[in-house]
């Protein structure tokens, strides 16, 4: 086995990351070259090459059963004997190879085992019921699983499909993904004895699918070495560029991160906190895009500094003070321990300058930690094994209480990829699956909305309100109205946050359904998929988008002008100036007992308005004196409000009812065009007393769809 990989635009072979040699590397997983696995012996008699994952695997789990390990390694080395890779080399070294990349990153057990046969069902004489009968239900899951992603080939049509298997397999159980991603790691490091165009094609599926997958699950140490491999083959040119950056970078001597990194020691031992302070160098990929962000590289840009404490409360010690000792750069901060990325990642994000103007930037975390920001699930041990003693007295991961018997459940499952697999299924055609799963890769945040019962709900960042009503509510999400975000109304179009609290509305005709705009807000697969279908089954809708939203097929109602509105009767108004015309103004339409005012005007008028328009104040700014006014014993009046709805088919009708049951009169009605799902009302209304104002106004809030009755005001009428 070759254990780098083969530039094929350069003459010799690329080993991304070979300049790293100060403190801790990342999880290097390149030179595990053939005399690492096979020993000193020829290809004709094989060693025990397990004894190299046994090292491994001891190392995360010191006192893990070996046993499984060694039966696995007979039964693989004999199943494989005689079979021979592209490169020439016995074919048992690729999942030897593929089983200590997994060790290295700390899988447990079952997983290695798998990993060791992954290949033996598909390409030897062993069948599943061998490896259930020997090895038991898990092992065999697993092996079946990647047996089955591995069936079809990488043509261009067969790509989607490809993928939506290796999805539903992953759904199931995690460590069927990170078996697949170990092996097409292996397969990129070998990838040289292939002809150029089918590296290529192999490349390009690796960076649009299995990288960002890498990367949701948190599988850094897989994903960093990925990216470099795929540079090196699609970009043979920038990487050059890369490669003598570093090199020239390296010759240079004096690393100024050495410096800070004495300095950072120093600081945080006189401060009593225990930390291991540690050069971590960038690999190519990181180089390139801080290459291009920046321009002309300095020396700090190739590394950065990384911390490790041991509890939670030492990162923030750390960090306070990094940013008293140092000048902090305030812009480069983020804390990814109170608010985890989507794929399980915390760290606190920083930058500090030394006197000498070098910045550097930080990255603290714990051990454990950094065990995960490196491996990601794989870290954290057998999902479906029961918790031991340790492990719940630590609050490790353990199995979900809320499984179904009989049913695997994974409690380290994204919420990301249970969207997946609940849309993947909905996909139309393969087409339409991998196009939306290209999208929905590309999405690198993940936020958490609350709903009001206290639940969650994973979205991607920017998701909007018809994102989050598709993710709690499924297909049912067709009948949603609009929102309430942080207890405001707002539309189905508003961006969602994170940490916003959602409340969605949802309407009582069941025959309502989406309009085509949805489209322009949603950003989730699930949603997408969901709106196209329904307009695709109900096409007049969608050809009329406007019958949709407004709330009756009537022409809408031009919006109404200050001088629309009849003047009311001011017969229950008394004001304190004898043989003067009374008139209730049509900006604020008081009513009793609203506490009111009133200005003389022209023609020996006097109009009375409710204290808190805004004409009030106008007219108090150009010297108008106000004139006593109370209210007489009529009751009778005429008032104005404005019903804010959410469209939807006989709702001026449904108002219109309920007004008239409470046994007012409607004057007039006017409707303004809808805009954005949202419908405005305009009633003139005659109450028999002022005193049903109150219910009237929560009788016409409780028809479906109305969000909002207020009293109008028209600052426009407020000088009439």
Same mark, same amino acid.
């Given at each position: ?17 070979a ?29 025990d ?30 199943s494989?004997r ?6 020439? +080399? #016995?074919?048992?070294?690729? #999942? ?18 798998a ?16 490896? $259930?009968? +020997? ?5 065999c ?15 261009a049509a067969?790509?989607?499909?490809t993928?939506?298997?290796m ?7 995690v ?24 590296q /290529?094609r192999?490349?390009k599926?690796?960076?649009d ?21 795929? *540079? !090196? ?6 990487? !050059?560029?890369?490669? @003598? ?12 991160l050495e410096?800070? %990194?004495?300095?950072?020691r ?6 009593g906190?225990? &930390? ?12 390139h ?8 590289m300095?020396? &700090?840009?190739?590394g $950065? ?26 812009? =480069?901060?983020?804390?990814?321990i109170?608010?985890?990325? *989507?794929?399980?990642?915390q ?13 550097? @930037? ?7 930690m950094?065990?995960? %920001? ?10 479906? !094994?029961p ?15 809320? /499984?179904?018997?009989?049913?695997r459940?994974d ?12 849309w993947?299924?909905? &996909?139309p055609?393969p087409?339409? *699956? ?19 019962d206290?639940?969650t ?21 067709? /009948?949603c109205?609009g929102?309430?975000?942080?207890? $405001? ?7 969602l ?7 969605l ?13 949805w489209?322009?807000?949603a ?5 997408r ?8 089954t109900?096409?007049t809708? %969608? ?7 407004a709330?009756?097929k ?13 003047r ?30 009133? *200005? ?10 409710r204290?808190e328009?805004?004409?009030?104040a106008?007219?108090k700014?150009v ?15 005429r008032v ?31 409707v =303004? ?17 002022? /005193? ?6 929560r009788?016409?809030? %409780? ?7 207020s ?8 000088t009439?």
């Open positions: 086995m070759s254990a780098e990989a083969t530039n094929p635009a350069m003459s010799g072979p690329v080993t991304p990351g300049q790293r040699r100060r403190g801790r590397p990342r999880l290097d997983l390149r030179r595990l070259g053939r005399a690492a696995l096979l020993g000193p012996g020829t290809r004709d008699r094989l060693p090459a397990i004894g190299h994952v046994a090292e491994a695997h001891r190392a995360h789990y010191p006192d893990a059963d070996l046993e499984p390990l060694r039966r696995a390694w007979v039964l693989a080395e004999s494989h005689g079979q021979m890779r592209k490169s020439g +080399e #016995p074919y048992i070294t690729h #999942p030897l190879a593929v089983t200590l990349i997994l060790a290295q990153l700390g899988a447990e057990t079952t997983t290695l085992t990993s060791l046969l992954h290949d033996t069902v598909e390409d030897t004489d062993v069948t599943l019921d061998q490896v $259930r009968t +020997e090895f038991g239900d898990d092992v899951y697993l092996v079946d699983g990647v047996t089955k992603l591995e069936k079809v080939d990488y043509g067969a790509e989607p499909e993928f939506r298997k999805l539903v397999a992953t759904g199931n159980d460590r069927v993904m990170s078996i697949k991603l170990a092996d097409r790691l292996h397969n990129m490091r070998t990838l040289g004895v292939m002809r150029p165009e089918k /290529a192999i490349a599926v690796t960076r699918v299995l990288i960002p997958l890498a990367e949701r699950l948190g599988v850094q140490a897989l994903k960093t070495e990925l990216e470099d491999l795929v *540079f !090196a083959i699609l970009h043979p040119e920038e990487y !050059a560029k890369v490669e @003598e950056l570093m090199a020239a970078n390296a010759a240079d001597g004096g690393n100024p410096a800070t %990194a004495d300095d950072v120093g600081v945080l031992r006189e401060a906190i225990a &930390a291991e302070v540690l050069i971590r160098p960038r690999h190519y990929v990181s180089v895009r801080v290459h291009r962000k920046r321009g002309e300095r020396a &700090a840009d190739f $950065r500094l990384l911390v490790l404490v041991n509890e939670d409360a030492d990162c923030y010690g750390v960090l306070g003070e990094l940013h008293t000792c140092f000048t902090p750069v305030v812009s =480069e901060f983020k804390d990814f109170a608010v985890p990325k *989507f794929n399980l990642y760290s606190l994000h920083t930058a500090v300058a030394r006197p000498d103007g070098e910045v550097a @930037e930080v990255l603290i975390r714990t051990h454990q950094h065990k995960v %920001a490196e491996a990601g699930v794989v870290a954290l041990r057998n999902p479906y !094994a918790p031991s003693e340790e492990q719940t007295d630590t609050g490790s991961v353990s199995p979900s209480e809320d /499984a179904v018997e009989g049913e459940a409690p380290t499952r994204p919420g990301w990829l249970s969207r997946l697999l609940d993947q299924e909905a &996909a055609d087409d339409t *699956f991998w196009s939306t799963l290209r999208e929905d890769l590309a999405q690198d945040r993940e936020i958490a909305v609350f709903r009001p206290g639940g709900l994973g979205l991607p960042a920017g998701a909007s309100c018809v994102d989050a009503a598709y993710a709690q509510y499924g297909e049912d999400a067709h /009948a109205i929102a309430r975000v942080n207890g $405001r109304l707002a539309t189905l179009s508003t961006v946050r994170d940490g916003d609290t959602v409340q509305l949802m309407g009582q005709d069941v025959a309502s359904g989406p309009s085509r705009e489209l322009d807000h950003r989730t697969p699930g949603a998929i969901a709106i196209r279908r329904w307009l695709t109900h096409p809708p %969608a050809a009329a988008p406007a019958t949709s939203a709330p009756e009537s022409t809408p109602a031009p919006p109404p002008q200050p001088s629309d509105f009849p009311p009767a001011a017969a229950n108004a008394v004001v304190d100036r004898e043989g003067a015309s009374v008139r209730l103004a049509g900006c604020c339409t008081p009513v009793p007992p609203d506490e009111v005012t009133a *200005f003389a005007v022209r023609g020996g008028v006097v109009t009375v308005h204290v328009c805004p004409a009030v106008r007219m700014e010297g108008r004196a106000e004139v006593g006014v109370r209210w007489g014993d009529s009751a009778e009046c104005t409000l404005i019903a804010e709805s959410f469209g939807r088919a006989h709702l001026l009708a449904d108002l219109t009812e309920a007004i008239a049951t409470e046994g007012v009169e409607v004057m007039s009605a006017t =303004e065009p809808p805009s954005q799902q949202r419908v405005r009302h305009t009633y003139t209304l005659q109450l028999p007393d002022a /005193a049903h104002l109150p219910g009237l106004m009788a016409m809030r %409780a028809v479906p769809g109305v969000y909002d009755v009293r109008a005001q028209h600052p426009a009428a407020a009439s």
